[in-house]
């Protein structure tokens, strides 16, 4: 039987740490990191706890990609470049298929972002899989919640309610849609798109909780309001066939697990806004959030999903 730490050696300390930043990474009771001057380090902590956030049979190295990007997504939101995490597992046994494949989805992705993965933590219990993401923004240029004006454009990368489709399916709809069973999977972090929105978008969030929930963050730390145009939303066609099928209009404004970026930005500068973004509504200065469909104006009460509601 692996101990804990021959686990650690086995499956996760594969790789010397990539970036100069990264001083100390696994082997001691802490990693050290040095910040270039003129830096600031943002940090974010991601929980996903078997039967809430993953189904039980979910592919173990699909929860390894996973994990990680949600994580990374929340970096991307800030415009942060990813720099390091932290992995604390608690596992129910030590099954070493299943944490061979585990750490092969991690790593390969943080592989592709160069991510050094600097330490943690394992326990027993309930299958539970935290991750503390690191990353670096210049001073004073990382994107924020509380900063969207009226007027301001609202944006959104790729598409919307894929995922949502996707777990639609892993419940039971009938459809033959793999991108968005990928999608809900294996969502790939927006890293790029939010360091180039650094300098254009006003506010950013990442979709992680639907689009209505996630917006209505920006709009009440902001102090104003919205009106999204239906009828602009990007929706694939399995997206659009699923509504058409279930009339099921709003899953794509409240299903969770997208992990695109919803930013905000002035009117001056919507021409610098990257490829494949499209805007979908307007910032107002009467709060709430209102949905534009077909010409007529609603006030749109729905959330997003919330733990303990």
């Known amino acids: 039987m692996l101990s804990e730490f021959s686990l650690i050696d086995k499956f996760f300390k594969k790789n010397a740490p990539k970036n100069p930043e990264t001083r100390l990474g696994i082997g001691d009771d802490c990693a050290l990191l040095s910040i270039p001057s003129g830096y600031e380090l943002a940090i974010t902590t991601d ?21 990680l990007a949600v994580n990374l997504s929340d970096l991307a939101a800030m415009g942060v470049k990813p720099l390091a995490v ?7 046994s030590i099954d070493e298929r299943w944490l061979s494949e ?49 007027g301001d454009l609202i944006y959104i990368t790729g598409l919307l309610g894929e995922a949502g489709l996707g777990l639609k399916i892993k419940q039971g709809y009938a459809c033959q849609s793999e991108n968005a069973l990928i999608r809900f999977h294996e969502p790939m972090p927006r890293i790029e798109i939010g360091l180039a929105l650094r300098g254009i978008a006003s506010a ?7 689009l209505v929930g996630d917006l209505g963050h920006i709009l009440n730390q902001s102090g104003v309001g919205a009106c999204v145009d239906f009828d602009k939303l990007p929706l694939s066609d399995d997206v659009k066939r699923y509504i058409e099928n279930t009339g099921d209009e ?34 107002e200065k009467e709060s709430g959030l209102r949905l534009k469909k077909f010409g007529h104006i609603q006030t749109f009460t729905a959330k997003g999903y919330e733990h303990f509601s």
């Open 86 to 92: 932290t992995l604390a597992l608690t596992l129910p």
């Open 204 to 210: 950013c969030i990442d979709i992680s909780d639907g």
């Open 47 to 67: 929980t996903m706890v078997e039967g809430v956030h993953f189904f039980s049979d979910a592919n173990p190295a699909q929860l390894g990609h996973k994990l």
């Open 102 to 150: 585990f750490s092969e989805g991690f790593l390969t992705l943080a592989k592709f972002y160069n991510v050094d993965l600097i330490g943690g933590d394992t326990t027993k219990g309930a299958l539970t899989l935290t991750v503390q993401a690191m990353g670096l923004v210049p001073n004073e240029q990382a994107l924020k919640r509380s900063t969207a004006q009226v």
């Open 250 to 283: 709003f899953m794509p404004l409240i299903s969770g697990d997208d992990y695109e970026l919803c930013f905000t930005v002035p009117p001056s500068k919507i021409t610098l806004v990257p490829k494949n973004c499209t805007a979908i509504g307007i910032i």
